[in-house]
């Protein structure tokens, strides 16, 4: 076991040895194109295109339905949350091991999660905001879940789920493609008393996945300031697999390039570090019980994920 694991799944702010690594994600598509099978645990996949299309949510390049492209990372948090979407037992399982005090998850689009989530209103200011924009082109968290604590408070938990996913050092976002400043729409934001970023130079949070994280941390925080699901507090689960060092090694912003490591770089920006934290998938798979179906789909997500 890598000493930057901890023994409760989460990454610490040790460097990551990223000497003599190999290629994660070319080695993981070779691997899942050789295990072949479809990339939806085929025993759900009707109840999930159900749920897609009842609310309208985009699959992940733009097609009628899921990708067979075998390292999606939207496929594969959905392989490995879907039970808990669908039981209590198993959602309020999961949440304890992130909310230790959880009582009850509380329902959410007819289950107990929802997936590709962007809010009830338009609190980034993102110009192409709908309610039917889930998963197309505005902030969306990978999942979400409401906890309730034993002493009544509600907690949000914002799930983003990276699988094979890297970036390149130094390549800025502060600016679209049709030339847009990006730092604009969220400059108001990024610049609030109250903001859970760190005041500093707005440009180095444009580089994924920063850029991913600081739009999911203002959304979660308008998602509370808002009184979405009546919650008080979010905590944001950042999910990735230990042997993926290209992304957890690299710190693509030059101007924190100084702290070493994925993890390390972003709490330096977040004016409270410990509503973060850096999962990996199995802390995310509650404890199913021993039935038939369950035992079947975790034996599937060993073999298709190692978790």
């Not at 338009?122 to 309610?131: D, G, R």
């Not at 699988?163 to 729409?185: F, M, Q």
Request: hydrophobic fraction near 40%; charged fraction near 20%.
């Amino acid at each position: 076991m890598h000493a930057w694991f901890r023994r409760s799944g989460q990454v610490n702010n040790s460097r990551v040895r990223i000497g003599s690594r190999l290629n994660f994600r070319d080695n993981e598509r070779a691997r899942l194109i050789v295990l072949g099978g479809p990339s939806l645990y085929q025993p759900l996949r009707e109840g999930i295109l159900a749920y897609y299309r009842e609310h309208g949510i985009s699959w992940w390049g733009g097609g009628d339905g899921p990708t067979e492209n075998p390292i999606s990372s939207q496929i594969a948090c959905i392989n490995h949350l879907e039970p808990a979407r669908l039981s209590s037992e198993l959602a309020l399982d999961l949440a304890r091991k992130h909310v230790p005090n959880a009582i009850t998850v509380l329902p959410i689009d007819g289950g107990f999660l929802a997936y590709e989530w962007i809010g009830k209103c338009n609190y980034l200011n993102e110009w192409n905001w709908s309610p039917t924009s889930r998963g197309h082109h505005v902030t969306s968290l990978d999942a979400v879940m409401a906890v309730k604590r034993a002493n009544g408070t509600i907690c949000i938990l914002v799930i983003e789920w990276k699988y094979t996913e890297a970036y390149k050092y130094g390549v800025s976002l502060a600016t679209s493609k049709r030339g847009t400043s990006r730092i604009e729409i969220y400059r108001a934001l990024l610049e609030h008393a109250d903001s859970p970023i760190r005041p500093g130079e707005h440009e180095r949070l444009f580089f994924d996945p920063f850029d991913q994280l600081m739009r999911q941390t203002l959304l979660a925080w308008q998602m509370v300031k808002h009184g979405e699901f009546g919650a008080t507090e979010w905590l944001h689960l950042h999910v990735a697999p230990l042997a993926n060092e290209e992304l957890l090694g690299m710190v693509t912003s030059p101007m924190l390039a100084d702290f070493g490591d994925m993890a390390s770089a972003w709490r330096s920006v977040l004016k409270r570090p410990e509503l973060y934290s850096l999962v990996t998938p199995e802390t995310m798979i509650p404890h199913a019980p021993v039935d038939r179906g369950h035992r079947d789909w975790r034996q599937w997500l060993c073999e298709r994920y190692g978790t």
